[in-house]
């Protein structure tokens, strides 16, 4: 009974509680509540003083500029493996409409940087003493996927960096360092005068500007280490991977592109998530449907940060009550998720609310693939991903090989039987060591360039054992035997 997938859970619930008043009642108030409690408990720190704007802030500060530096964060409350360390920093970035905004990253430090097994027998004897904040350390631009989306919700503010070993730890480990932004609104939630920073969730410009200028502040922040043009990868996963897509495409523009770019890893990249919505709407029994249809309120949101006149419109009464709740604490994914239990997927949002003119403009505005990218770009889906239909996303490969140059190069990898968070682990060894390959050059130059290739590789990795491994919607396979009691520990 413990193995039971959460997505298997929460319909059992459902049924349950179908045919009962779908407001957020007591006893949702109250497995809000407890949901609320045990994200407290996973955050590192309840003093949130480093999030606070430094007074060297202002709108007309270049992007990417340092305002604030932590070198080693302390780590005593913190699940981070011993030999790694954390700095944090704030900078500044720009919001969809190019405003300067303050928002924070941290960066995961490895023991010792990535070298080839080659030149670490060269280093070994040649240069034994040569000081560790002398060494360069190639690095990931690591875009995370959902976390909420109210200051609280940082993952530089969570004991495990909420992706813990499923992707900063494991990069980590391999001598890679991790500059990973928290993105706008998330950590940093306020000016110094109380003017609320919103968090546009699923905004890819405005997440890869998050990306980018992360990047440019690191090496403000630590030039010995992280060089000017050192080599680096950005990657993402879900979310995180839509914030990758979009910053290579950011790196096509001539203007924006950084320098020691080697390409983009994207790992389940919703890109098409409107058209997700709509066709989940039209037909509820698809095996994706509740899934996909309980991020609407996370979208609606996130449009109201744009247009604020928009303000929720979509929502019904019961979704409203429900938005409501998860606002009253800042709740995050996991509150999220118990404030889901027992509202019916179809009656969260009134039917056709993507039609709405603000809604239709926001998703112009943000809209991600099937344009220019600079690659070379690996995309990773699971068959099973219910928030990137495999289908779907395949279409946005196809248009993007039509407008990429010929130097560029894209590789498509479905996983058999992997849904949205297994896939991180089933796909591991693939972009680990596409990742090091590329941070150490190691690529045949011919091999990442589309002329005389396959103009986009494609591949189904089959995968062994497949009806026997345990999936689930949500990522942590750490608290796997967590009681379907308390399921929404597996959102974090
Ligand atoms: C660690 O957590 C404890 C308990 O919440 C708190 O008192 C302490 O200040 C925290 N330490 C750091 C370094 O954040
Ligand atoms: C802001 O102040 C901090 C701390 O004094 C300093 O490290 C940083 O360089 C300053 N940033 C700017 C843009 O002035
Ligand atoms: C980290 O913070 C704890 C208090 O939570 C303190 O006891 C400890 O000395 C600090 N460690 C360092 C290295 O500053
Ligand atoms: C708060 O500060 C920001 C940045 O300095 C400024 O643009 C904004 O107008 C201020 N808002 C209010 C209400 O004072
Ligand atoms: C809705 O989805 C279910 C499950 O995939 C399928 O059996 C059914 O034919 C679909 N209905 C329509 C109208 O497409
Ligand atoms: C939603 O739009 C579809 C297609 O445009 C239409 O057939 C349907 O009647 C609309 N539903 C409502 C409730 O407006
Ligand atoms: C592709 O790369 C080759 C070799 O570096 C270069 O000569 C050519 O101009 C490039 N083509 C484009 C379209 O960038
Ligand atoms: C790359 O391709 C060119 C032309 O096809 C060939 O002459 C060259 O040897 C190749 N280089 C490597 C390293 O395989």
Redesign the pocket.
């Known amino acids: 009974m413990l193995k039971l997938s959460f997505l298997g859970c929460f319909s059992i619930v459902m049924m349950l509680q179908a045919v009962a008043a779908q407001a957020c009642d007591p006893a949702c108030q109250q497995l809000i509540a407890r949901a609320s409690a045990w994200e407290q408990s996973q955050r590192a720190s309840e003093d949130d003083s480093f999030y606070s704007v430094?007074s060297?802030y202002s709108t007309s500060?270049k992007p990417g500029?340092?305002?604030?530096?932590e070198i080693a964060t302390n780590l005593t409350n913190y699940t981070v493996p011993a030999s790694l360390t954390v700095s944090r920093f704030i900078y500044?970035t720009t919001d969809l409409s190019g405003t300067i905004l303050p928002a924070s990253a941290y960066i995961l430090w490895p023991f010792a940087p990535l070298t080839s097994q080659s030149s670490q027998a060269g280093f070994e004897t040649s240069s034994t003493a040569q000081l560790e904040t002398e060494l360069h350390y190639p690095f990931v631009a690591w875009g995370h996927g959902t976390a909420g989306t109210f200051g609280p919700c940082a993952p530089s503010n969570y004991r495990a960096l909420q992706y813990h070993f499923q992707v900063p730890f494991a990069l980590a480990s391999q001598g890679i360092a991790v500059v990973a932004p928290d993105y706008l609104g998330l950590g940093v939630k306020q000016l110094a005068n109380g003017t609320r920073i919103p968090h546009p969730w699923a905004s890819g410009p405005s997440l890869a500007s998050d990306l980018a200028n992360a990047i440019t502040a690191a090496r403000?922040a630590f030039p010995s280490m992280i060089s000017q043009d050192g080599p680096f990868v950005a990657m993402g996963h879900s979310q995180g991977a839509l914030a990758a897509w979009s910053f290579a495409e950011r790196m096509a523009n001539d203007e924006l592109t950084l320098p020691g770019y080697k390409g983009t890893v994207a790992i389940a990249p919703p890109l098409r998530v409107l058209e997700s919505i709509d066709r989940a709407s039209q037909n509820v029994s698809l095996p994706w449907a509740s899934a996909i249809l309980g991020i609407q309120n996370l979208l609606m949101h996130s449009i109201t940060t744009v247009y604020p006149q928009y303000g929720m419109a979509g929502l019904t009464q019961d979704g409203m009550s429900r938005w409501n709740a998860i606002t009253e604490v800042d709740g995050c994914l996991p509150v999220k998720t118990a404030a889901g239990i027992g509202l019916l997927p179809s009656n969260i949002a009134h039917a056709n609310w993507t039609q709405n003119p603000y809604v239709q403009q926001f998703n112009k505005r943000t809209l991600t693939g099937g344009k220019k990218i600079k690659g070379p770009l690996l995309a990773l889906v699971g068959e099973l991903d219910p928030l990137v239909q495999p289908d779907s996303l395949s279409e946005v490969i196809d248009e993007t090989c039509k407008a990429i140059s010929i130097n560029d190069s894209l590789e498509f990898n479905v996983y058999k039987g992997l849904s949205h968070f297994p896939l991180v682990q089933g796909s591991q060894q693939k972009w680990m060591g596409w990742i090091k390959d590329h941070l150490l050059e190691k690529t045949d130059q011919n091999l990442s360039r589309r002329g005389g290739l396959e103009p986009c590789n494609s591949k189904t990795i089959q995968g062994l054992q497949r009806g026997a491994t345990n999936q689930g919607v949500f990522p942590n396979f750490l608290v796997a035997s967590a009681d379907v009691g308390v399921a929404w520990e597996y959102a974090l």
């Open positions: 430094p060297n500060l500029s340092l305002l604030k530096l500044t403000v």
